[in-house]
């Protein structure tokens, strides 16, 4: 009995000893009021937030370089490498940004959900939430389709436009001609990894999702069935992560082969992924998962957090904050991954502003309490 009592209590020794190894470290953090509904980065690592009732531009290493009001609520963004900032309003307008000013701006039918725009600036392709889509070249409207109810997803690439609509999803060229289309269902993001176009379907109930992934020409490739509502998809081009409120987040290969597969205690708002590393947040805690598996760090916020991005500079970035109207606010934090390895966690960071809390941790503490109680209750029996 009292070995059995000696193994309970290493247990619960073990498991609220803080874990050794390498973290990421916190490089910069960056906070506003109100809220950000949209992050994008552009292969130089800027950084352009769709933030409240302004466009905003962070330098690679956090510094505000301008912040310009939008009209009505900004509400998503693109970002080009030449530094043009892209916002869709829920005002229904479409505003480039250069330095702070307004480049070119154009009223649309609706409020503008998506946006997308070319490497160098002058291409920009909008959706709104009527189903329709736009192409504009230096700010000159090219061209305007009504592809269903609903436009969630616009992708400029290699002079190619992919939609994800309502109605299913869309090639068209630049020119504005249908390439092709199939209605696989309401797709809520369409993406593109090597020479797979990525489609996240997700119909009306959010019961359940799928990822569909088809050829450049439109031929189905591959699909994957997630049960639960996938919320969340990202790629670098090498790997697809997907998360939702399904129980794990799932990273897939290019071909739709399962990588590794995470519990996830909570309900993921964000997911992104670079060199088999995925970083995702759920609730109040973002948690970064390793090549192998591993949940390799996590922390708490004292927060939502709702996004979370890989720069090409070789960090993560975070955002967590409030969008309740009495107390609206953001903070951005850029981590470091060159303390990481694939094998190393920890409970939380003595700079924070709150202490992480593993899940995992979590279910091994309940355990070991109830083995002790019941250790206990045999003994006094």
């Known amino acids: 009995m009292k070995s059995q009592m000696l193994g309970a209590a290493m247990v619960v020794l073990l498991a609220l000893s803080p874990l050794t190894g390498a973290v990421p470290s916190l490089l910069w953090k960056y906070s506003d009021t109100c809220a950000v509904f949209s992050i994008a980065l552009n292969e130089n690592g800027t950084i352009g937030l769709a933030f409240g009732y302004y466009a905003e531009l962070l330098s690679p290493d956090g510094k505000l370089l301008w912040k310009a009001p939008t009209r009505g609520i900004a509400y998503s963004s693109a970002l080009s490498d030449s530094g043009i900032l892209l916002i869709g309003t829920e005002g229904r307008w479409l505003q480039a940004f250069k330095n702070g000013k307004v480049l070119w701006e154009r009223e649309l039918k609706n409020a503008v959900v998506s946006v997308s725009i070319s490497q160098n600036g002058s291409v920009a392709v909008a959706g709104d939430a009527s189903g329709w889509v736009y192409l504009f070249k230096n700010g000159k409207l090219i061209w305007e389709r009504r592809v269903g109810n609903y436009t969630w997803s616009v992708l400029l690439q290699n002079d190619t436009v992919f939609v994800g609509a309502d109605s299913g999803v869309y090639s068209l060229s630049v020119s504005g001609k249908i390439l092709w289309s199939d209605n696989i269902g309401p797709v809520r993001k369409v993406l593109t990894a090597g020479n797979e176009v990525l489609a996240l379907v997700v119909p009306q109930s959010e019961l359940w999702s799928e990822l569909v992934a088809l050829s450049w020409k439109g031929n189905p490739l591959w699909k994957r069935e997630f049960k639960g509502y996938a919320r969340a998809v990202s790629t670098d081009g090498k790997?697809?992560?997907?998360?939702?409120?399904?129980?794990?987040?799932?990273?897939?290969?290019?071909?739709?082969?399962?990588?590794?597969?995470?519990?996830?205690?909570?309900?993921?708002?964000?997911?992104?992924?670079?060199?088999?590393?995925?970083?995702?947040?759920?609730?109040?805690?973002?948690?970064?998962?390793?090549?192998?598996?591993?949940?390799?760090?996590?922390?708490?916020?004292?927060?939502?957090?709702?996004?979370?991005?890989?720069?090409?500079?070789?960090?993560?970035?975070?955002?967590?904050?409030?969008?309740?109207?009495?107390?609206?606010?953001?903070?951005?934090?850029?981590?470091?991954?060159?303390?990481?390895?694939?094998?190393?966690?920890?409970?939380?960071?003595?700079?924070?502003?709150?202490?992480?809390?593993n899940p995992y941790l979590g279910v091994i503490l309940i355990l070991a309490v109830v083995l002790m109680g019941v250790l206990l209750w045999r003994k006094r029996s």
């Open 239 to 357: 790997a697809i992560a997907v998360a939702g409120n399904f129980g794990n987040v799932t990273l897939l290969s290019v071909g739709g082969s399962i990588v590794y597969s995470v519990p996830l205690v909570g309900y993921a708002y964000d997911v992104g992924t670079k060199n088999g590393y995925t970083v995702v947040s759920y609730a109040r805690t973002a948690e970064l998962i390793a090549p192998n598996g591993t949940v390799v760090w996590f922390v708490h916020f004292n927060g939502t957090a709702y996004h979370v991005a890989f720069s090409p500079r070789g960090y993560f970035i975070t955002e967590y904050g409030s969008h309740d109207v009495q107390n609206c606010y953001s903070v951005i934090e850029a981590w470091s991954l060159s303390r990481v390895s694939a094998t190393a966690s920890t409970e939380g960071l003595s700079n924070r502003e709150g202490f992480g809390f």
